[in-house]
């Protein structure tokens, strides 16, 4: 069977494939991604389909940031989350240990995982500067509680981040 599909494949077709730019893929895949979300946008019916299609939107973006070892991303980002939740007087969308991956681990398993050490010390520290040091257990503010990262979370196979970042 197989040298029946090799003797019909015509022998230009080797060529054409290496022949074919990059760039005219990159295309057609942003053109495709493009159609798929306006697909999926038209069939978000409900108030409670859209918070959650923009909460997955918001997760994936700050996993690929963190996976990229984006620091200023991540940043950005988990700001953008804040002032938007501020705004409305309502809970953030995601935090820094909200947004997970499909396989559990938080920004800070990816950042270790990845050896962004400048971005695990960013997750670790950053929270601790943003409310004055008496501030209360409860009394943080939105901004605090967005990019507070517990360094003990666990992914789904029950890994830290400390044991990501050693093996």
Do not use: Y
């Not at 040298?3 to 494939?17: E, I, K, W």
């Not at 053109?31 to 918070?51: D, F, P």
């Not at 969308?93 to 962004?116: I, K, M, P, S």
């Amino acid at each position: 069977r197989q040298d029946d599909a090799a003797a019909a494949t015509p022998p230009v077709l080797p060529q054409v494939l290496q022949e074919w730019p990059e760039a005219e893929t990159a295309k057609l895949l942003r053109i495709r991604e493009e159609k798929m979300q306006k697909a999926l946008e038209e069939r978000l019916k409900t108030a409670a389909q859209r918070e959650a299609h923009a909460r997955e939107v918001l997760r994936s973006e700050l996993v690929a940031l963190a996976v990229a070892g984006n620091g200023d991303g991540v940043r950005d980002k988990l700001t953008e989350v804040v002032e938007v939740a501020e705004d409305n007087k309502e809970r953030p969308r995601v935090t820094a240990n909200t947004a997970r991956d499909e396989r559990g681990c938080t920004l800070l398993h990816l950042a270790a995982q990845h050896g962004h050490l400048d971005l695990c010390e960013f997750l670790l520290t950053h929270h601790a500067t943003i409310d004055p040091p008496h501030t209360l257990p409860g009394d943080e503010s939105t901004a605090a509680k967005v990019f507070w990262t517990n360094a003990n979370r666990r992914d789904a196979k029950g890994w830290t981040p400390l044991a990501v970042a050693i093996f």
